[in-house]
């Protein structure tokens, strides 16, 4: 099994993609992501993989691969359709540098699922900025 990792275009953190990603998911229904160039491990990541979402810098979410095809820009230029569950699974933030288009993700780097933050007075409100740099400090 492989996973990808993909720049979350112009989305600043996990509350903008949930808020993108609502958009696109409609009755539960996978959501379509165009892509320049198909992975040569596409077999890999069909079979379990996920992309994982960097947003403004961090890795801030996952939704499961279903399928990699080839497709079409609307200029006719080629590129990969990959489809994803619509279900968003927020992940343990970790920084990342910036990259171009899209990187295959090891599954033993891939960050973790996030549970439930712990119960604690004000930290759901914490931005999540503030939470990421508490988590990475061991804080929280």
Sequence with gaps: MQHM???AAGIRDLAALRSAVGGRAGNGQPIAV?????????????GGGSLFWVCGGT????QRV???TASTYDDGSACA??????DLVAVIPRKVRPFQGWRYLDPDKAPADAGPLPD?????????RMRLDLRELGLI
């Design 34 to 46: 165009l892509t320049r160039n198909m992975p040569a491990r596409a077999a890999e990541i069909i």
């Design 81 to 86: 359709r990959i489809m994803l569950a619509p």
């Design 59 to 62: 890795v801030a979410a996952r």
């Design 66 to 68: 279903l399928g990699l």
């Design 120 to 128: 604690a007075d004000g930290l759901e409100a914490m931005p999540e």
């Design 5 to 7: 990792m993909k720049m």
